[in-house]
């Protein structure tokens, strides 16, 4: 059974998604569970393109799409038709907050324009998410994930120093503007309670990869040079970083020097504190390449489980690199709630990674599982007030398959 709400401080809050792929749903996504009602308008051929990114699959539609879309109910309509736009405008007319990604100049960044919307409806918030900004030399160009983790310099820092750029293992370029677009909405949503006017929101791919440079930025403004790759290292301390073991990898993070002698003694290397080239984090950063060869010829002699122990009881920052299937069975992972199931019409029941924010002590819930495609289509717009033959007529205007049509993904597998 699908977890009841409790806490819930969006409820009441309607949201009108007219995103797709991944920065424009995990936003809406993130609103669901905070509460909002969100309504997922998606083409009646296909929808939403993540539902085709596979495999793995599980059920009708790809992991990927089920990752960004539970909470909300999904509606089909074709935005390029006069009736599709009309029944967005009465969505519209009721909701708190619009969130898309239409390409600058586009025909429905044309027909969804903002100046036109804030005049009909004053107190809409909408947030446009794009590859680049909305100026710029760079403004019309499209963008995946890795185009913006390439032109933002991420991949420039990623890798290995001897080795080819590499890029992060999340898609951090469509996670930051979605978090920095989530913060965007809700302040917009507290200035409007202050003002009683929505507003224009934007955030880019590009934009929120330079936010997140932090000491990346402040430092190269400071010295003028070009960072490199330092591979799992830390350009400002040592040792900070993935260190052999003899039957894996593990993590040091050392973030002062009274940390550091804690090491060398737990090491039985006393003489590494004393040593004029380790004493000092700044004179450690110095010669990293003397330090890091002398801690590899010591680490690798006994296995991760070890050092960890050892080091773990000296107080010494450190961790296995855990993959996935560990981290999904460790007892953190389970103590805090972070896993939940919801039942899936076709799947059953299906497993989530929870918000991960609590308000109160509680977590919200899992509310609902993402939708099939155009799951919700008949309940939404009879709540929008159409009859019964004037949603047949809008479900099936544009396009001559049924808005339940199979999807790409179905069709490869012969269902």
């Known amino acids: 059974m699908s977890e009841q709400p409790t806490a819930a401080p969006l409820a009441g809050i309607k949201v009108v998604d007219l995103s797709k792929i991944l920065a424009g749903p995990y936003v809406t996504m993130s609103l669901a569970d905070l509460g909002a009602d969100v309504i997922k308008v998606e083409h009646p051929d296909g929808g939403d393109p993540t539902?085709?990114?596979?495999?793995?699959?599980?059920?009708?539609?790809?992991?990927?799409?089920?990752?960004?879309?539970?909470?909300?109910?999904?509606?089909?309509?074709?935005?390029?038709?006069?009736?599709?736009?009309?029944?967005?405008?009465?969505?519209?007319?009721?909701?708190?907050v619009v969130v898309e990604n239409f390409r600058p100049g586009s025909s429905l960044a044309r027909a969804f324009d903002y100046k036109d919307l804030s005049a009909r409806y004053p107190r809409l918030v909408l947030l446009h998410i794009s590859a680049f900004g909305d100026h710029g030399p760079l403004r019309d160009e499209p963008g995946y994930d890795m185009i913006a983790q390439a032109s933002a310099g991420l991949m420039s820092l990623t890798g290995e120093p001897d080795g080819p750029p590499v890029k992060a293992g999340y898609a951090m370029g469509d996670l930051a503007a979605a978090l920095f677009g989530l913060i965007g909405v809700t302040s917009a949503l507290v200035e409007r309670e202050r003002t009683g006017r929505g507003q224009y929101v934007t955030t880019s791919l590009y934009e929120s990869q330079l936010a997140l440079h932090i000491n990346w930025a402040t430092g190269y403004f400071a010295t003028g040079e070009r960072p490199g790759r330092l591979g799992s290292g830390h350009p400002s301390l040592v040792p900070y970083q993935a260190y052999p073991a003899a039957d894996g990898h593990f993590v040091i993070a050392v973030g002062n020097d009274a940390l550091f002698r804690r090491l060398c003694a737990a090491l039985r290397q006393p003489q590494w504190a004393d040593d004029p080239r380790f004493v000092t984090n700044r004179d450690r950063v110095a010669n990293r390449a003397a330090l890091n060869a002398k801690l590899q010829a010591v680490l690798v002699d006994d296995t991760v489980a070890h050092w960890c122990a050892l080091l773990g009881r000296e107080g010494v920052p450190v961790t296995p690199i855990r993959h996935l299937d560990e981290v999904y069975d460790c007892p953190q992972t389970e103590a805090l709630g972070m896993l939940r199931h919801v039942d899936h019409p076709t799947i059953g029941p299906l497993r989530?990674?929870?918000?991960?924010?609590t308000f109160r002590g509680e977590r919200?819930?899992?509310r609902t599982a993402p939708p099939t495609l155009g799951q919700h289509s008949r309940d939404v717009l009879a709540e929008l007030g159409y009859?019964?033959?004037?949603?047949?007529?809008?479900l099936d205007h544009s396009t001559p398959h049924s808005h339940q049509r199979s999807h790409p993904r179905s069709r490869q597998r012969g269902a």
Request: aromatic letters at 8%.
């Open 364 to 366: 919200p819930p899992v």
């Open 352 to 357: 989530q990674i929870a918000f991960p924010v």
């Open 51 to 96: 539902r085709g990114w596979g495999p793995p699959f599980n059920g009708p539609d790809a992991t990927y799409y089920l990752a960004a879309n539970r909470g909300k109910r999904s509606v089909t309509l074709d935005l390029k038709s006069p009736l599709g736009q009309e029944a967005v405008h009465r969505l519209l007319a009721t909701a708190d």
């Open 387 to 394: 009859g019964e033959a004037e949603i047949t007529r809008l």
